[in-house]
């Protein structure tokens, strides 16, 4: 059964950081590109890092360019998030999910931590 599972997400100041880890089971990464979503009440999910199975291709949303960074570990079959210079605007829930390579639509989901950025 593929299952991924998310942790990380704090109460966080403004301009502090965070990691989240997503640890996925009953899937082998080098199989599957693996990206990061949130979404915030009232607003539609926003995808905003992806970490294709290459291992080296990665893309950022415009919101983060620059203050999010991707990465995994395929021994470890886990994806991470660290998240720089947070603001308010980052408060929300953060989802990982991972896609076959090649596919279009990403089939398996965590159920999200949430990420909190408040003075």
């Known amino acids: 059964q593929v299952r991924l599972v998310e942790s990380g997400g704090d109460l966080v100041q403004p301009g502090g950081s965070l990691r989240l880890s997503c640890v996925a089971s009953?899937?082998?990464?080098?199989?599957?590109?693996i990206a990061w979503f949130r979404q915030a009440p009232g607003k539609e999910r926003e995808e905003v890092a992806c970490?294709?199975?290459?291992?080296?291709?990665?893309s950022y949303g415009n919101s983060v360019k620059g203050r999010f960074t991707i990465a995994r570990d395929n021994d470890k079959n886990t994806s991470y998030l660290q998240m720089n210079s947070l603001t308010p605007e980052d408060t929300a829930v953060y989802y990982c999910?991972?896609?076959?390579?090649?596919?279009?639509?990403?089939?398996?989901w965590g159920q999200g931590t949430q990420v909190t950025v408040a003075s």
């Open positions: 970490f294709s199975n290459s291992g080296r291709d990665t």
């Open positions: 009953g899937l082998t990464l080098d199989y599957f590109d």
């Open positions: 999910a991972a896609r076959h390579y090649g596919d279009t639509t990403y089939q398996f």
